[in-house]
């Protein structure tokens, strides 16, 4: 067992340190990367909760949506979900008003959204699950949590039942939902999909991770095929809200975006052939042959993502370009968000093959990397929907980051102060 000075099992500290941490009596974690789980006045986290033993994908069984506030160590229950998984969390998140919106599955087996007042008191019920919420509140959208949970389970809703099971490709796709009256309609088709990214619709599509831009101008999301043993094929696409124009940005081996301003975008992408023919291989359907694939994976990352064109890329669309950055700098795949202004990003790693994964920040202007600490990866079991990736977040002032750890089994939520990384960053870019 690792133990930094701070005695915090598992951390060890380089360039920012652990304020926080909740305690291993039983699981508290976030979810995602892209939503910011501290309150408006910055005090409290969002956090969802449940026995510390847990190692599965859930299938229904609740879990509680808590307040945590760590300048006093307390938790406050707001709630309870069946609409939540390890990766994505419910979703959960601050209104501006200090209310909270968190998706769940009701009794029906539909996917929901509940809307409550900062003690837990609902509000009301929302008739779709929601992925993404537009800046100025007034829409969600999302796609099918039953469907992600048939095609992609470590991001679905195992309690869900998919309502637009058999229907024509016309019925289904992207969903809104309206935050003034609760209107709910069909924003995108799976079959104006196919015909925007020229491929024949499949029931083996889906589409997932919607998120809109800084100023909610435009909305990012993916189209995705899902191949044989795991492989996938999928295509980043970016909607005018304005004009409702999709445009196809990035396609085959792409993921993990983030906005770093109003017309750019920033994923982990992949120039080469290689996704599609893997996807239509039967052979990869033999666990066998996946388990060996997933250690030469680990083993060659670093060559293959040269050889393939593997790394970060940013898009331009106001110009249609796409710059290749970080290349020898950030060698592999994470989650990695924007401050909200200037050129800094917070980012982190997958575990390398002793297990540690590393938290860090990158300056896009100078090229300059901090890394913050090394965590490392104290998951139960070994089955990949498991996994407990830092998926670190600002908060709101952009001095402290929060992320998702594992202790002995048990997930945790730990927040670090980066003032101190972000001087040294401004110092060296200067």
């Known amino acids: 067992m690792v133990q930094d000075e701070a005695g915090i099992s598992g951390i060890r500290e380089i360039g920012a340190r652990v304020v926080a941490a909740t305690p291993q009596d039983s699981a508290n974690f976030f979810g995602f990367y892209d939503l910011c789980p501290f309150s408006p006045d910055g005090r409290d986290l969002l956090l969802l909760n449940c026995p510390a033993d847990w190692v599965t994908l859930p299938v229904g069984e609740p879990a ?159 189209v995705t095929d899902a191949g044989e043993g795991g492989t996938t ?83 331009d669309l106001n110009d249609d370009t796409r710059k290749r950055v970080a290349e020898h700098t950030l060698t592999e795949d994470g989650h990695y968000s924007w401050r909200g202004h200037g050129s800094v990003l917070l980012g982190d790693t997958y575990p390398d093959e002793d297990a540690w994964l590393t938290l860090l920040l990158f300056d896009l202007a100078s090229g300059q990397r901090v890394d913050l600490a090394r965590i490392r990866h104290e998951v139960a079991t070994r089955e990949e929907p498991m996994r407990c990736d830092l998926h670190p977040r600002w908060d709101r002032s952009g001095t402290r980051v929060c992320i998702d750890f594992v202790t002995d089994g048990c997930r945790r939520t730990g927040i670090f102060d980066v003032g101190p990384a972000l001087s040294r960053l401004a110092t060296a870019g200067a």
């Open 64 to 222: 509680l949506v808590r307040r945590w506030r760590p300048e006093d160590a307390t938790f406050e229950a707001l709630g309870e979900t069946r609409g939540w998984n390890w990766q994505h969390g419910a979703r959960q998140q601050w209104l501006r008003d200090g209310s909270i919106l968190y998706n769940d599955v009701d009794g029906q087996g539909h996917a929901v959204a509940r809307h409550v007042s900062p003690d837990g008191t609902p509000i009301r019920t929302l008739d779709m699950a929601i992925g993404a919420l537009s800046p100025d509140e007034s829409i969600g959208v999302g796609g099918s949590y039953a469907r992600l949970a048939r095609l992609d389970p470590t991001y679905g809703y195992g309690a869900a039942v998919d309502r637009h099971l058999g229907e024509r490709s016309t019925q289904d796709g992207l969903w809104s939902v309206s935050m003034a009256d609760g209107a709910v309609s069909l924003l995108l088709s799976y079959a104006e999909l196919a015909e925007i990214v020229g491929s024949p619709h499949s029931d083996r599509r889906f589409v997932t991770h919607p998120v809109f831009s800084p100023d909610g101008t435009r909305l990012a999301f993916f």
């Open 233 to 315: 094929y999928a295509r980043l696409l970016v909607r005018d809200c304005a004009s409702g124009k999709v445009r196809v940005v990035a396609q085959e081996r792409v993921s993990h975006p983030a906005w770093i301003g109003e017309d750019r975008i920033w994923y982990w992408g992949r120039n080469s052939g290689a996704v599609r023919a893997l996807a239509t291989n039967r052979l990869l359907a033999n666990p066998a042959v996946r388990a060996v694939g997933r250690f030469a994976r680990r083993l060659l990352r670093a060559r293959m993502n040269q050889l393939v064109a593997e790394g970060f890329y940013v898009s």
